[in-house]
T-cell receptor, first 114, second 109 residues
Framework: NAGVMQNPRHLVRRRGQEARLRCSPM?????VYWYRQLPEEGLKFMVY????????ESGMPKERFSAEFPKEGPSILRIQQVVRGDSAAYFC????????????FGPGTRLTVT | RKEVEQDPGPFNVPEGATVAFNCTYS??????FFWYRQDCRKEPKLLMS???SGNEDGRFTAQLNRASQYISLLIRDSKLSDSATYLC??????????FGKGTKLSVKP
């Protein structure tokens, strides 16, 4: 059973470009969470999605950031017009259900904005 | 006040030592608690869940004190491979996790 997969593992973007980060949850998992870890900081929750639904986006910046989890295919975290402050590790986690189940993390995407 | 607070360390200990980490959380309604381990530039990995009755997994013992809103992790007989950052984590009712900034442990030969 493959774990949570994220790609790309490393992404370099110039300021003003768009970044698209992909997350494929573990087989059988329909809940996806995105977290961001800034350099020397702890992980911060961004958004929680189920298939075709955003459940909680309270941690997502109001502008430039969006997320989706379509019926088919991976979850996508999209950052428009990236700035240097977006440079971070973005981790995706998945779980089969919410309250009682553990979250399993993917290896992360390291975004560098130059 | 931060939702989850930890001493950042670093804790530098010799092999074989016993080391304890502490963590406090601010939301008394929190229900689920965990310790994760994160190696440098890697994803967090679940170490163990934490229960009020206390739980043990080999050399690791976790304890929760709901009255004091305090969580602890004890590592006995430290190994070089235990060197990592240990993250105290609280799960919110919606399901998302709140992470402490982590406590760095370095085990020396």
């Amino acid at each position: 059973n493959a774990g949570v997969m994220q790609n790309p593992r490393h992404l370099v973007r110039r300021r003003g470009q768009e970044a698209r980060l992909r997350c494929s949850p573990m087989k059988g998992h329909s809940h996806v969470y995105w977290y961001r870890q800034l350099p020397e900081e702890g992980l911060k929750f961004m958004v929680y999605l189920q298939k075709e639904n955003i459940i909680d986006e309270s941690g997502m910046p109001k502008e430039r950031f969006s997320a989706e989890f379509p019926k088919e295919g991976p979850s996508i975290l999209r950052i428009q017009q990236v700035v240097r402050g977006d440079s971070a590790a973005y981790f995706c986690a998945s779980s089969p259900l919410t309250a009682s189940y553990e979250q399993y993390f993917g290896p992360g995407t390291r975004l560098t904005v130059t | 006040r931060k939702e989850v607070e930890q001493d950042p360390g670093p804790f530098n200990v010799p092999e074989g030592a016993t080391v304890a980490f502490n963590c406090t959380y601010s939301n008394s309604a929190s229900q689920s608690f965990f310790w994760y381990r994160q190696d440098c530039r890697k994803e967090p990995k679940l170490l163990m869940s934490v229960y009020s009755s206390g739980n043990e997994d080999g050399r690791f013992t976790a304890q929760l004190n709901r009255a004091s809103q305090y969580i602890s992790l004890l590592i006995r007989d430290s190994k070089l491979s235990d060197s990592a950052t240990y993250l105290c984590v609280v799960k919110k009712s919606q399901g998302n996790l709140i992470f402490g900034k982590g406590t760095k442990l370095s085990v020396k030969p």
